[in-house]
């Protein structure tokens, strides 16, 4: 079999740079995003590697992190250390016993409780990065173009625009690196069908613990059918048939693993006019579609969530610009008692930036009238229509529209 193109990925530089200024490294993500080629593929020479899914290295770091430590000693790369929270302990002493930087880089998903041995056992030694599946620039090659996306009356516009039909094929191929050269149904199935049944099943719903598979697939179905709607607890256990408590526990470890995002309301103590509900969004478009059914990507854009997927689509295409920049984006979504809707506010430097996101081709003045709305709360930057405009279009003194590959 051929090797597959390597494309570089945005956050190569920051793995460099954060592993100059800091001991350790922490690189988390969903599975097979390319946590383990991005870090094999940025470090020199000499850096050992070492997978904690080999169950005799896994038996080795749970019973002796001591000696596992001096077998794999640094500049070192640990897999999926998640597996083995023993060694977060003997990993503070070996960086605190050095002056050196870059040590230990690791991989991991961000459960729960790894997340806390990190923060407890580690915090000051460690810089933990967010990794994502590909973005729109690392698919066409440009990663290291890409920057943190904010609205601009000049947009970026280096990436090539692609027709409706296209954009519809990317958002239903999905961003993991062997999901986006499938465009036959049948091995883009063979692809999810594997990747639900081998990591959700295994890392997730063993994570919970999960009885009835049954009840957990039908959740899954029922969530990824919910991809850009508001989350309602009540209405998922309905279909699901489990309790509204367990949706909640279930959601949460979905949050955590990185599957799903969880984007919330504006809300201002001074007006109790706004939805507190947040809106929920499937990180992998391509994931989603296999859990809703859309078997196609002709079937994806001419069905009825058509809307909600282009949605989920800019949205997570937006957070990626800044997760792969190392930063964290503050973002919410805005909706008052009365209807008037912002789908995407981005915070910066105390201003807002509003964002809405529609799939036609034919911005309308109308479409930003909730900008305006939104300005005598808050003060609002320049905002922008995401659409699939094939040119830049002004909207109003402060808005225009772009084309959703100016993202």
Same mark, same amino acid.
């Given at each position: 079999?051929?090797?597959?193109?390597?494309?570089?990925?945005?956050?190569?530089?920051?793995?460099?740079?954060?592993?100059?200024?800091?001991?350790?490294?922490?690189?988390?993500?969903?599975?097979?995003?390319?946590?383990t080629?991005?870090?094999?593929?940025?470090?020199? =020479?000499?850096?050992?590697?070492?997978?904690?899914?080999?169950?005799?290295?896994?038996?080795f770091?749970? &019973?002796?992190?001591?000696?596992?430590l001096?077998? *794999? %000693?640094?500049?070192?790369?640990?897999? $999926?250390?998640q597996?083995?929270p023993?060694?977060?302990?003997?990993?503070?002493?070996?960086?605190?016993?050095?002056?050196?930087?870059?040590?230990?880089?690791?991989?991991?998903?961000?459960?729960?409780?790894?997340?806390?041995?990190?923060?407890?056992?580690?915090?000051?030694?460690?810089?933990?990065i967010?990794?994502?599946?590909?973005?729109?620039?690392?698919?066409e090659?440009?990663? &290291?173009?890409?920057?943190?996306?904010?609205?601009?009356?000049?947009?970026?516009?280096?990436?090539?625009?692609?027709?409706?039909?296209? =954009?519809?094929?990317?958002?239903?191929?999905?961003?993991?690196?062997?999901?986006?050269?499938?465009?036959?149904p049948?091995?883009?199935?063979?692809?999810?069908? %594997?990747?639900?049944?081998?990591?959700?099943?295994?890392d !997730?719903?063993?994570?919970?613990? !999960?009885?009835? $598979?049954? %009840?957990?697939? =039908?959740?899954?179905?029922?969530?990824?059918?919910?991809?850009?709607? $508001?989350?309602?607890?009540?209405?998922?256990?309905?279909?699901?048939?489990?309790?509204?408590? /367990? !949706?909640?526990?279930?959601?949460?470890?979905?949050? /955590?693993?990185?599957?799903?995002?969880?984007?919330?309301?504006?809300?201002?103590?001074?007006?109790?006019?706004?939805?507190?509900?947040?809106?929920?969004?499937?990180?992998?478009?391509?994931l989603?579609? *296999?859990?809703?059914?859309? =078997?196609?990507?002709e079937?994806l854009?001419?069905?009825?969530?058509?809307?909600?997927?282009? +949605?989920t689509?800019? !949205?997570?295409?937006?957070?990626?610009?800044?997760?792969?920049?190392?930063?964290?984006?503050?973002?919410?979504?805005?909706?008052?008692?009365?209807?008037? $809707?912002?789908?995407?506010?981005?915070?910066?430097?105390?201003?807002? *930036?509003?964002?809405?996101?529609?799939?036609?081709?034919?911005?309308?003045?109308?479409?930003?009238?909730?900008?305006?709305?939104?300005?005598?709360? +808050? &003060?609002?930057? *320049?905002?922008? +229509?995401?659409?699939? &405009?094939?040119?830049?279009?002004?909207?109003?003194?402060?808005?225009?529209?772009?084309?959703?590959?100016?993202i």
């Amino acid at each position: 079999m051929a090797e597959r193109l390597y494309l570089e990925r945005t956050l190569a530089k920051e793995i460099r740079r954060m592993s100059e200024n800091f001991k350790a490294i922490l690189l988390t993500g969903p599975r097979q995003i390319g946590k383990t080629t991005l870090l094999k593929r940025s470090s020199d =020479t000499g850096r050992k590697y070492v997978t904690l899914d080999n169950q005799s290295d896994l038996l080795f770091a749970k &019973t002796d992190p001591r000696g596992f430590l001096d077998a *794999y %000693s640094p500049p070192v790369i640990i897999d $999926e250390i998640q597996y083995a929270p023993e060694l977060f302990p003997y990993i503070k002493i070996l960086l605190d016993n050095s002056d050196q930087s870059g040590l230990i880089w690791m991989t991991g998903s961000q459960q729960y409780d790894m997340m806390k041995n990190v923060t407890e056992s580690l915090a000051g030694r460690i810089a933990i990065i967010d990794m994502l599946g590909f973005s729109a620039y690392e698919r066409e090659g440009m990663g &290291t173009q890409q920057d943190p996306f904010l609205p601009s009356p000049k947009p970026k516009s280096i990436l090539k625009k692609k027709s409706m039909i296209d =954009t519809f094929k990317i958002i239903w191929q999905g961003a993991f690196p062997d999901a986006i050269s499938k465009e036959d149904p049948k091995n883009w199935n063979a692809f999810y069908d %594997s990747y639900v049944r081998t990591y959700l099943e295994r890392d !997730v719903r063993q994570l919970l613990n !999960v009885g009835n $598979e049954i %009840s957990f697939i =039908t959740f899954l179905k029922v969530v990824a059918a919910r991809t850009a709607q $508001e989350l309602n607890f009540e209405d998922i256990a309905r279909n699901v048939g489990i309790s509204p408590s /367990t !949706v909640k526990n279930w959601i949460s470890v979905l949050k /955590t693993s990185g599957i799903i995002y969880l984007l919330q309301p504006y809300f201002k103590n001074i007006t109790k006019r706004l939805t507190k509900t947040p809106k929920l969004y499937f990180m992998d478009t391509g994931l989603a579609a *296999y859990l809703a059914g859309w =078997t196609t990507s002709e079937a994806l854009q001419f069905g009825t969530s058509a809307g909600a997927f282009f +949605e989920t689509f800019v !949205v997570t295409e937006i957070l990626k610009s800044y997760k792969h920049n190392a930063e964290n984006p503050s973002v919410c979504f805005f909706r008052d008692e009365k209807g008037h $809707e912002i789908d995407l506010l981005i915070q910066k430097h105390g201003k807002y *930036y509003p964002v809405e996101i529609k799939k036609h081709a034919t911005p309308l003045f109308k479409d930003v009238s909730a900008f305006k709305i939104f300005s005598k709360i +808050e &003060t609002v930057e *320049y905002g922008c +229509e995401i659409c699939l &405009t094939p040119e830049t279009q002004l909207l109003s003194n402060n808005a225009n529209a772009i084309s959703v590959w100016d993202i």
